[in-house]
């Protein structure tokens, strides 16, 4: 590489090379007004193999209703409950 080469890359001036011009711009920030929120998808949805259960599990003098999420196995064997910490669902 010659010098006129390395010159043209910001070496040798006083602008550094790391400080280049980014080869592509991001888009313009958009307005407040031109924003739409999307409507997020429900559990029921995403999890269409699968149900919210409680079991009710003693513990001492109380119950306790510990969440579950009730999935259906593939070849009608069945199903496992699992432990369901996603918290309150709002519908």
């Not at 003693?58 to 009730?70: D, I, S, Y």
Request: glycine fraction near 8%; aromatic fraction near 6%.
């Amino acid at each position: 590489m010659n010098w006129a080469a390395l010159r043209d890359l910001g070496f040798g001036s006083r602008r550094s090379p790391l400080r280049r011009e980014p080869l592509l711009t991001p888009p313009p920030p958009s307005q407040p007004e031109d924003v739409h929120f999307l409507q997020s998808a429900t559990f029921e949805q995403c999890f269409p193999a699968s149900e919210k259960v409680y079991v009710e599990v003693p513990h001492g003098e109380e119950t306790l209703r510990v969440p579950m999420r009730r999935v259906k196995l593939s070849g009608g064997s069945g199903h496992i409950d699992l432990q369901d910490t996603s918290g309150a669902q709002v519908s």
